[in-house]
């Protein structure tokens, strides 16, 4: 069984911050592209942030030198910091595992987790 469970979502005041984690289970984790994925009431979900196993990680503009992806290999799971909130961050964020080749196609998604970033 698949689980991907992210935690740390809440409210916060402009400019506050706010550290995601997603934790992941019944995967091999090594093998997975994780990012986070946003979605606000009436706009489509965005890419926020991707990682490689190996670290290498791209941004979506309007969040670099905002937020940071990271990922723990040991513990399969990664994480979002979030820093300098603006209340145009507020959405449902999203963990994603993604394969690429070599390995056999697999896309899975967590349930979300609440971003309110408000004063």
């Known amino acids: 069984q698949v689980q991907l469970v992210e935690s740390g979502g809440g409210l916060v005041q402009p400019g506050g911050s706010l550290r995601l984690s997603c934790a992941a289970s019944?995967?091999?984790?090594?093998?997975?592209?994780m990012s986070w994925h946003r979605q606000a009431p009436g706009k489509q979900r965005e890419l926020v942030a991707t990682?490689?196993?190996?670290?290498?990680?791209n941004y979506v503009e309007s969040v670099k030198g905002r937020f940071t992806i990271s990922r723990d290999n040991p513990k399969k799971s990664v994480y979002l910091q979030m820093n300098s909130l603006k209340p145009e961050d507020t959405a449902v964020y999203y963990c994603?595992?993604?394969?690429?080749?070599?390995?056999?196609?697999?896309?899975?998604w967590g349930q979300g987790t609440q971003v309110t970033v408000s004063s």
């Open positions: 994603n595992a993604r394969t690429t080749p070599p390995w056999a196609k697999n896309d899975y």
């Open positions: 990682i490689t196993s190996g670290g290498d990680a």
């Open positions: 019944g995967i091999t984790f090594g093998r997975y592209v």
